[in-house]
């Protein structure tokens, strides 16, 4: 195997046995570790701390040896969208404008800083432990990308309250698996005798207790912070703010202070009116339902490409629905509940996208309070960009229609939509399928994506607080096993 110099976004620390044992088994000559605990010591001379949190004038100062020019510009138009999204999503982090102008230049600056770095150090390889979404991660990796460098995602899919998770190795933001096709076609022909029984490890047999028809409809979802105190949500404004102090950066400190102060008091009123909007849903329709993500969101940007704008999904929808179906969208009740993200609904919600939605042929608003497992058991299919609800509606048998890249993609009764056609088909598939469920043909399919779903415990406070067990030493290994399994099996 050829020396790898590795760039990662690496959260499980570089000082232990498993990263040991990642350097070891990739041949890794040099490891740039874009870290997020700046305190932490490195005892390692290979590995090459980057700090993600660095003012602007680090970038803007850098020695610069391979300038920006037409070729690696013109090499990331497929990515610039995402790169401006992700930089306007993170923009007060950095500078107190926001028009178009200043995120171009945003956009230029961290592009020159990375592209020479990833050039200077002849990075092979990347590898980030989630969905890349914060600058530092996504600008790197969308160059790595576009320079055709082997990347590899740990994304999440949907979780196990109490339990491990349950992550996924895919190759991109908008890819999984692309060998998963065949494996599943492997294992149904594998598995025909139907008294055979089929393995599922037990992260993954969970989901057919969490999702059973039977069951609770609504399950809980929790939200950073939810749990903490007052005294708590203080001392993690003053670590942000410690940040910008550290820096000397006191116009963006005060000018994002203004701005989550300003959003605070005009959030409830916003929400009122939006709530007026909203209107009760006639089950007696026949309709498809829309869950709306919550955003900003990896789930969304840079998962869902192009459909992060989700009117555009709604918009594809209503002009291709038959006259007697419905579009019921349901706006994710995060927005009223979740009090300590209060800058989410200004970073992606207007009056006037609910008014648009609302002007929509055969599209319905529905009240953000009535359970989602309500509606989701008396409509004919669901619709998402890459959300939990689509893969729960496997479980019941109900057809989906995705908009962005899921693991489920590839099951039978799951339709990807790209384009107008792709709606159209979609929905005369939907409207004219044999919707009977298969308990048989899920196990099946779910045994096919388990090669690379890496169970594993929790490092975020959120899921600590609700009884999670903590990632381990074995988790980190078992994660290290299987990304070296994948590289081989795609890069080598």
Known sequence: MQDINLLTCWFYGVNNRAFEMLMKELN???CSYIRIDEDEEINNDSIIPLNI??????????PIEFELDDEIVDLMKPYEQLCMDIINRWHKSYVY???????????????????????KHAVNLMIVNIMPHMIDEFIPYAICRARSIPTIIQGVIPFTKGEKGNYILRPAHDLFDINICDRYKALKEKYTDSSEEIYLNPEIRRYFEQYDS????????????????????ILNYKKHAQKYLYRKDFRVLINKAWYMLRVRLETSKFLKKISKLEEDADKSKKFFLFCLHLQPEATTTPAGGNYADQLMAIR???????????????????????????????????EQFYQQIKMLRNVRLIDHTIPSGDLLNNCAAVVTVTGTVGFEALFKGIPVITF?????????????????????????????????FSLREL????????????????????F????????????KIHLVEKLVEFYREYYC
């Not at 949190?53 to 850098?62: E, M, V, W």
């Not at 399950?219 to 708590?232: A, G, I, R, W």
């Not at 629905?321 to 579009?327: A, E, I, R, S, T």
């Not at 339709?415 to 399928?433: F, G, H, M, P």
């Open 214 to 233: 039977k069951s609770k409809t609504d399950q809980k979802v929790v939200f950073l912070n939810e749990k903490n105190s007052f005294t708590d949500k």
């Open 316 to 350: 594809l929808l209503s002009k291709n629905l038959p006259d007697n179906v419905y579009l019921y969208v349901k706006e994710h009740p995060a927005y009223w509940s979740q009090k300590d993200r209060i800058e989410s609904v200004y970073e992606s919600r207007s």
């Open 464 to 475: 600590l607080d609700n009884g999670s067990p903590a990632i381990s030493d074995e988790d």
């Open 404 to 436: 962005g890249a899921t693991f489920y993609e590839i099951y039978p009764t799951v339709y990807r939509v790209k384009t107008d056609a792709d709606c159209r088909n979609a929905i005369e598939a939907v409207l004219s399928q044999d919707q009977s």
């Open 443 to 462: 196990e099946i399919f779910l045994s096919a994506v388990q090669k690379y779903i890496v169970p594993l415990g929790m490092f975020e406070k959120n």
């Open 97 to 119: 404008n926001s028009d178009y102008k200043e995120i171009k230049n945003l956009y230029f600056i961290f592009l020159r800083y990375w592209n020479d770095y990833i050039i």
């Open 28 to 30: 890794i000559k040099e």
């Open 53 to 62: 949190s660095n003012p602007l004038n680090y970038y803007i100062d850098a």
